[in-house]
Structures are given as structure tokens and as C-alpha cells.
């Protein structure tokens, strides 16, 4: 009786006269390469969802109250350079206030032009 040896585990390398399977696709016509998409992906540009109405934010209030017996505190700023921080109940609600009243004083929401002119 002979022998028989387990297979070896090394990978074995194979040459073959044919070509492999993966070959690069066909070039466009105009020589750039050809988009592939995946199937159900659409392809055309869809119009925006939310169009834009021409508003932008100018200024934004931050209030921040972790719990009942936390100390609260705010941040007031603008695109103006309006930059404004405060801590504990009473600063915070004064404030609010002061950004409500900024809100008709910025020179971004409201122009000064023609308001002295009588």
C-alpha cells in the first residue's frame, strides 16, 4: 500500500494561456470613462426639495436650562459681531430682553438709510 499525504496548503500557481475574466470596459466616445450606477439608483438631478425663499439667519439666541434647580445661562450673537454671554436667572432673562430690543436696532435686519430723514 502507498502513502497518501494530506494536500499541501501552500497556493498553487497556475499559468494559463487565457485571459482573465476581469477586463476594462468600453471608453466613451468622446474619451472620458463611462459612468456606472448601481440598478434603482436615479441618475437625474432632482429640483431642490426645500427651495430657498431668500431669508437667512442673522442673529440666534441660545438658552440653556439643564434642570429645575440648574443654573440657566444664554448666548446672544449676530452677524453684526454682536457676541453676548449670561449667567444665572435674572442676567439671563435681561438678556433675552436686550436681544429681543436688537432684533429692531441691527443694522442687518433693519438698514439705517432713510430712518433720519424727515
Do not use: F
Not at 456606472?36 to 442673529?59: F, I, K, N, Q
Request: a positive charge.
Amino acid at each position: 500500500m502507498s502513502q497518501q499525504h494530506p494536500p499541501s496548503l501552500k497556493s498553487q500557481s497556475v499559468t494559463s494561456d487565457q485571459p482573465h475574466a476581469a477586463a476594462p470596459g468600453p471608453a466613451a466616445s468622446d474619451g472620458r470613462a463611462l459612468k456606472v450606477v448601481a440598478e434603482g439608483v436615479p441618475t437625474a438631478l432632482c429640483p431642490d426639495p426645500h427651495p430657498g425663499d431668500g431669508r437667512h439667519s442673522v442673529a440666534w439666541l441660545h438658552i440653556c436650562v439643564p434642570g429645575h434647580s440648574a443654573v440657566p445661562s444664554v448666548t446672544s450673537r449676530c452677524l453684526c459681531g454682536r457676541d453676548r454671554r449670561a449667567v444665572g436667572r435674572a442676567r439671563v432673562l435681561a438678556l433675552i430682553d436686550d436681544h429681543q430690543a436688537h432684533r429692531h436696532t441691527c443694522p442687518l435686519r433693519s438698514p439705517q438709510e432713510g430712518r433720519t430723514a424727515a
